[in-house]
Nanobody
Framework: QVQLVESGGGLVEAGGSLRLSCAASGRTFSKYAMGWFRQAPGKEREFVAAISWSGSNTNYADSVKGRFTISRDNGKNTVFLQMSSLKPEDTAVYYC?????????????????WGQGTQVTVSS
């Protein structure tokens, strides 16, 4: 069973930074693309960023390009989301997800496994 556990959320002022982490169980983490999504109150869950299984490819939502960076440490079974220049509209519960299929790029992934989420609140 795949388990994903997010951490690192919290309350930060606008313009500040946070780094989210997502620790995954299992010995095959390095074979799967990983992604970050978020859901604000009253809104649908939306894509934020994804990284390929190897880490060589990344893609971002337009709303976070240039401010957020996704990375992974396959030796620690962990994916990160470094968030900078945070805005109040970034306030949401942030979820990490794992691709169903191996060796994906993160671009057309089937996000089959999800964590419980971590709250990020950006005050103005």
């Amino acid at each position: 069973q795949v388990q994903l556990v997010e951490s690192g959320g919290g309350l930060v002022e606008a313009g500040g930074s946070l780094r989210l982490s997502c620790a995954a169980s299992g010995r095959t983490f390095s074979k799967y693309a990983m992604g970050w999504f978020r859901q604000a109150p009253g809104k649908e869950r939306e894509f934020v960023a994804a990284i390929s299984w190897s880490g060589s490819n990344t893609n971002y939502a337009d709303s976070v390009k240039g401010r957020f960076t996704i990375s992974r440490d396959n030796g620690k079974n962990t994916v990160f989301l470094q968030m900078s220049s945070l805005k109040p509209e970034d306030t949401a519960v942030y979820y990490c997800a794992r691709d169903r299929n191996v060796y994906g790029s993160g671009t057309h992934s089937d996000w089959a496994y999800w964590g419980q989420g971590t709250q990020v609140t950006v005050s103005s």
